[in-house]
T-cell receptor, first 117, second 113 residues
């Protein structure tokens, strides 16, 4: 079964600094997507960034970028110029589609990010 | 307002009782999902649906029942609640399945005493 692993239960960063959250996954697929979701204290799940595996270029959304290493099955999230509003739980997710056009989105265990002023 | 809404936001029940969590979306998205969130496990898929009258099991379906008679509604029923079903439940929808962005509801925090 495909798995998604976030090995850092908690991380902390100083405001304006950079932090990287790690994620590894296991798959036999060659074409797939990867996601990072953010869950602030409000509990609302918010999509941060999406990476398409067939694209060589790492995805970027403003201060958020990924380091996607397909061979290593690694998908880390880099947050630059961290802000207090970035404090949240972050989930890495992999769509376990199994060849169908829809399927099971498997989430990692989550990483709680604390931002210190 | 358009979007995906869950009700109730909080629910306390007793073991053995039947509980139904509601989910309604106004976008006419084809795909809908139910997840439960537990510390240390992230979100785990309970059931999903590709369209009205089409549902399928996810990773942790035991003890749950779903139906989708209309595209916009996807209720989740706990037939006989157990303490292990204490969790936060999220409903989500998407246009084209899991390759696209999921839109989440605000969750239902369920406590089974």
């Amino acid at each position: 079964a495909q798995t998604v692993t976030q090995s850092q239960p908690e991380m902390s960063v100083q405001e304006a600094e950079t932090v990287t959250l790690s994620c590894t996954y296991d798959t036999s697929e060659s074409d797939y997507y990867l996601f990072w979701y953010k869950q602030p204290p409000s509990r609302q799940m918010i999509l941060v960034i999406r990476q398409e595996a067939y694209k060589q270029q790492n995805a970027t959304e403003n201060r958020f970028s990924v380091n996607f290493q397909k061979a290593a099955k690694s998908f880390s999230l880099k947050i630059s110029d961290s802000q207090l509003g970035d404090a949240a739980m972050y989930f890495c997710a992999y769509p376990n589609a199994g060849g169908t056009s829809y399927g099971k989105l498997t989430f990692g265990q989550g990483t709680i990010l604390t931002v210190h002023p | 307002d358009a979007g995906i809404t869950q009700s109730p936001r909080y629910k306390i029940t007793e073991t053995g009782r039947q509980v139904t969590l509601m989910c309604h979306q106004t976008w006419s998205h084809s795909y809908m999902f139910w997840y439960r969130q537990d510390l240390g496990h992230g979100l785990r898929l309970i059931y999903y649906s590709a369209a009205a009258d089409i549902t399928d099991k996810g990773e942790v379906p035991d003890g749950y029942v779903v139906s989708r008679s209309k595209t916009e509604n996807f209720p989740l029923t706990l037939e006989s609640a157990t303490r292990s079903q204490t969790s936060v439940y999220f409903c989500a929808s998407s246009v084209e399945g899991v390759h696209e962005k999921l839109f989440f509801g605000s969750g239902t925090q369920l406590s089974v005493l």
